[in-house]
């Protein structure tokens, strides 16, 4: 019989969760895992989140996470996670349920669907400038592009125009999230217990527009591509039934906020901080990005034919993901008992997984601290399952192509429209578990003239 793998559980429940979330929020998450491999190796157990679980990193890691068989290995999540998302999220489902729910999904965020959104994008970005850069000498980088990503995800995909209501939304939704990584302990002066009723309360919102969308779409005829939600209602099987239950839409809009939302602000504040740092890749994107805005006429929107010319921003988008990854790792439970690099994972315990290591492996990329978009030129040359910023197998990021567009859409009009300098010279950042400027990245800017 096989052992189990080397590590202590830590104190009792806890576990060293808060050890692990304290070096997130100094920005020593990497090191703190760095030093369990040097301790123990590329496979350990401790207890995270109240559960027994395994860590394991490297390549074979990576791919085994993203390609297991789903009676192996389910992608249920920590507890806090599944309490304030709910039970019918995608990230929950397995097998067919999981590709039931994930195809409608994808039916609004393939980029066939998403090439006629591109115009709608340009449109929330301007008037995002308008309203927060234009006429400022300084501006806080981070804060104003959660806002911006929050609004393309209201407008595009809940169909929820500015105004009082959206702005509750915002409100509660910044609650549930600051709870979902967290021990999950119900009392009332916890972070967890404060979004799981902020959570409700955007499942009572949801429900709510999905009552109003449903009249729109059946009874006054609008169109089921205005947004995700009157999508997700329009889609029905052969008898004509909806194809996704009342509770799998709204736990999956849900979803789709939290990892539509966080991930897209964190990867253009990165970039832009990055520009700042970086001269020559600046001029670079500029040069692109003014070639761009020199063959449109003024106002004119940005199209997709404009976006597949965009080769050397998104080759800069693509370094800051791999130095930088919104997302960090994540969590899968064992269904059975597993062999795995010569030790066994029992049924019902935990994998996590942190991807990001293998981007920062100078056996992988050389000079892994360097700044270097040029990497991405020839991107056969990256070895399978070692840059996975989206993740990969049939769970990759169905969001993709819309964090491309909206990462794109916002470069080309920061770049053209404004210079830039970073207020302090401090470079650190903390996870929380995103990552996060220190003081959410404050820059000095000056308005460009238009070419
Ligand atoms: C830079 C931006 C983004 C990054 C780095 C990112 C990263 C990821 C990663 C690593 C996963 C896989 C997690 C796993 O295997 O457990 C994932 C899944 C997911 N992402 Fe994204 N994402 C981004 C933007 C978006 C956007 C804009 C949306 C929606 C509009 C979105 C929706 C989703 C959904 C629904 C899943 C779950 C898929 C499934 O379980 O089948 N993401 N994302």
Not at 21 to 42: D, S
Not at 61 to 71: I, L, M, R, W
Not at 127 to 135: D, I, P, T, V
Not at 189 to 201: E, G, H, I, K, V
């Amino acid at each position: 019989s096989q052992s189990l793998p080397p590590g202590s559980f830590g104190i009792p429940f806890i576990g060293q969760s808060l050890s692990l979330l304290w070096a997130m929020r100094a920005n020593t998450a990497e090191r703190w895992l760095e030093e369990r491999v040097k301790k123990y190796g590329p496979i350990s157990k401790l207890r995270l989140f109240g559960k027994p679980t395994v860590f394991i990193f490297g390549q074979a890691a990576n791919k085994f996470v993203f390609t297991s068989d789903s009676s192996m290995i389910s992608n249920q999540q920590v507890q806090s996670v599944r309490m304030i998302l709910g039970d019918r999220s995608l990230l929950e489902l397995s097998g067919e349920d999981h590709k039931r729910v994930r195809d409608s999904l994808v039916s609004f965020l393939k980029p066939e669907s998403l090439k006629q959104y591109v115009g709608r994008m340009d449109g929330e970005v301007r008037k995002h400038l308008e309203m927060n850069w234009e006429g400022k000498q300084k501006v806080t980088v981070l804060p104003l592009m959660k806002t911006l990503t929050f609004d393309i995800i209201c407008s595009l995909l809940f169909g929820l125009e500015r105004g009082a209501r959206r702005d509750e939304f915002v409100k509660y939704f910044q609650e549930m999230i600051d709870g979902m990584w967290s021990v999950p302990v119900n009392l009332p002066f916890t972070r967890y217990n404060r979004s799981l009723r902020a959570s409700a309360m955007v499942g009572e919102m949801v429900k709510d527009l999905i009552r109003e969308k449903r009249v729109e779409f059946e009874q006054k005829g609008a169109s089921s591509h205005q947004d995700l939600i009157t999508c997700l209602l329009s889609i029905r099987d052969k008898d004509n039934k909806q194809v996704l239950s009342e509770n799998e839409i709204v736990h999956n809009v849900m979803l789709v906020m939290v990892a539509g939302h966080d991930t897209s602000s964190v990867l253009i504040t990165f970039i832009v901080r990055l520009l700042a740092n970086n001269p020559t890749v600046y001029e670079n994107i500029l040069r692109e990005q003014e070639e761009i805005a020199k063959s449109k006429a003024s106002g004119e929107f940005i199209t997709w034919e404009d976006l597949a010319k965009m080769k050397y921003t998104w080759r800069v988008a693509m370094e800051t993901l791999r130095m930088f990854p919104p997302i960090f790792g994540g969590f899968r439970t064992t269904l059975k008992d597993i062999e795995y690099g010569g030790y066994l994972i029992p049924k019902g315990w935990q994998i996590f997984w942190a991807s990001s290591m293998t981007h920062m492996d100078g056996s992988i990329f050389q000079d892994p601290a360097k700044f270097d978009p040029a990497r991405f030129e020839n991107q056969a040359s990256v070895p399978p399952y070692c840059f996975v910023p989206f993740g990969g197998g049939p769970r990759i990021c169905p969001g993709y192509e819309f964090a491309r567009i909206e990462t794109l859409v916002t470069m080309h009009y920061l770049i053209t429209r404004f210079t830039w300098k970073l207020c302090c010279n401090d470079d650190s950042f903390s996870r929380d578990p995103m990552p996060v400027p220190t003081q959410g990245l404050p820059i000095q800017i000056w308005p460009r003239k238009l070419v």
